[in-house]
Every structure is written in C-alpha cells, then in structure tokens.
C-alpha cells in the first residue's frame, strides 16, 4: 500500500469514527461526506498504485 492511500485510509477512518460520535441518528454530515470522498480516493490510490498495464490483446 502506499503512502497516500495509507493517508486517505486513516482519513477516512477518523473522518467516520468523528460522524459515529458525533451523530446518533442516520443523517448526513460533513464527516460523512469527508468520509466518503476519502474513501473514493483511497480506492483510486491503491488502483494508481499497482500500476496495472492493460493488455487489450485477448489471447
């Protein structure tokens, strides 16, 4: 894993455990939002990260 996706994991991790602590009920807040585009771009740096070549020659 990388550096960076590393970072927006634990990012979201707070940015999610801030949203459970502060909200009891199911109502979207800045954590929530936070936790969820840091979610998108930890998914988009371990894809970066494995640096996957695409081969579109099926054989």
Known sequence: MSKSAAGFFILALLSGILH???VQDSVVTLPLIACGVFSALFVLA???GRKIK??????
């Open 54 to 59: 695409f081969d579109p020659v099926l054989r």
């Open 46 to 48: 371990l894809v970066a």
């Open 20 to 22: 459970l602590s502060l």
